[in-house]
């Protein structure tokens, strides 16, 4: 069986109901609304794709325009039917996707747990907004379901201080080698986390940023 996927034109957008989606707490500005607050009592969420009949399209919008009530953000519209469009509002492309030709295999998605997220992630001392924000990204049912991360071996752009798994000079068999409390208070307990809301195992990749210094050439930095 052969699928469709249909580029759907911003017109097909005005014309459609509302689907019910969780309400946005707005934060507004002198530029009206530009994000929406997420709070212990509320944050809100991406309505699940769920399952789709062949020939209908489901429609995210994220648009502001310029009333706090109508700030939309990742919200459900209602499913379009490519079939019952008249021919003047026909699609101009048409993707024709053969299932049965592999080529690469996609892993998953995901994002990086960095020093400064998890930084930010414990910074609220509430538990349950924690979970929140947690399930916005890594929850299968009502976040966007990450089922991937990258972790940064030490420090990275992304962190306060400068640091490495091994700063003693010459140290090439690694005897000194060891996590930092970054790992330990930070990244590990976040990674805990996100796989505690999945339910499931996380596909990690460990990245290096850069080497120690004393295994550089005048570099004042010491990482």
Not at 142 to 147: I, K, Q, R
Not at 162 to 170: A, E, K, L, T
Not at 198 to 223: F, G, H, Q, T, Y
């Amino acid at each position: 069986m052969k699928l469709f996927f249909y580029l759907c034109i911003p017109y097909l957008f005005l014309s459609l109901l509302w689907a019910k989606a969780p309400v946005c707490n707005p934060i507004v500005t002198h530029e009206g609304p530009t994000a929406c607050k997420c709070t212990a009592e509320h944050c809100d969420r991406t309505v699940p794709l769920g399952q789709l009949i062949y020939g209908q399209a489901a429609v995210y919008e994220t648009a502001k325009f310029g009333q706090p009530k109508s700030l939309h953000r990742l919200t459900r519209l209602s499913n379009i039917s490519m079939d019952t469009l008249p021919p003047s509002k026909q699609p101009a492309i048409i993707l024709e996707i053969d299932p049965s030709l592999h080529y690469q295999e996609i892993i998953g998605f995901g994002g990086a747990f960095t020093d400064s997220a998890a930084l930010n992630l414990f910074h609220f001392d509430n538990p349950r907004l924690r979970q929140m924000i947690i399930a916005a990204y890594f929850s299968k049912d009502t976040g966007l379901g990450y089922s991937m991360g990258r972790v940064p071996i030490a420090s990275t752009d992304f962190s306060t201080s400068i640091y490495s798994y091994d700063d003693m000079v010459g140290d090439f068999s690694l005897q000194h080698f060891a996590l930092n409390e970054w790992d330990l208070d930070y990244k590990i307990p976040f990674i805990q986390l996100a796989e505690a809301m999945r339910n499931s195992p996380l596909n990690l990749v460990a990245c290096p940023w850069s080497a120690p210094s004393w295994m550089k050439v005048d570099e004042p930095d010491p990482i």
